[in-house]
């Protein structure tokens, strides 16, 4: 009994916990931000009015999965009319807020329909990926019910963004470029194979 008791004053309370983290530097901090996904490293801006920010500054991987919207508007539950702005203003509002200076990994999946009210806002998503030298960039509009060939959820890829002056930023950390449903002239094709032998495609 006094070994257990002994046991128990000598574990530190929960909130000494969470003071010792909190004091860790924020370097430590944005590492360990920055190795999480996108959902999990916006949970920890409730820990304390530091972690407030500190995910949009160091969260690197932003992947907008939305894959059980998407089963619910194959089965019919859902409606993509209604889903897709709110997937629309989910991205945008994620992407306004980020205050990294780059980026990992965006990955882009919904199916937006082919009525092109969305197309400018897919060009503003792939703006940001250049403006943060994304090293992975993935944009699957792909139909929810799977069809690859559906011409009405095809969205073409904007070549005006590969024209930008030299000392604008580019694609020059990109390592992966996955594209689906995205229709792409050979031009910006063979733009993206001569910018590294280490691209992949999927």
Not at 72 to 96: C, S, T
Not at 180 to 190: F, G, H, M, N, P
Request: aromatic share 10%; hydrophobic share 40%; with cysteine.
């Amino acid at each position: 009994m006094e070994k257990k008791a002994k046991k128990a004053r000598s574990a530190p309370p929960q909130s000494r916990q969470k003071d010792w983290i909190d004091q860790l530097p924020e370097e430590i901090l944005g590492n360990i931000l920055s190795r999480m996904a996108m959902k999990e490293a916006a949970r920890t801006s409730i820990l304390s009015r530091r972690w407030r920010n500190l995910w949009k500054v160091y969260g690197s991987h932003l992947d907008f999965d939305a894959s059980e919207t998407m089963r619910l508007m194959f089965d019919g539950v859902k409606e993509r009319h209604i889903e897709a702005p709110k997937y629309r203003d989910w991205v945008n509002q994620v992407l306004d807020s980020h205050e990294g200076s780059s980026l990992e990994r965006l990955r882009i999946a919904f199916d937006l329909g082919g009525s092109y009210i969305y197309a400018t806002a897919v060009d503003k998503w792939i703006d940001f990926a250049i403006v943060k030298r994304v090293q992975r960039l993935e944009v699957d509009l792909t139909a929810a019910a799977g069809c690859y060939t559906c011409s009405d959820s095809v969205y073409t890829f904007p070549s005006w963004l590969l024209d930008l002056p030299s000392d604008f930023p580019s694609f020059d950390r990109l390592t992966v470029l996955c594209l689906k449903s995205v229709s792409i002239t050979e031009e910006d094709l063979a733009y993206f194979l001569l910018l590294d032998k280490r691209l992949q495609q999927c």
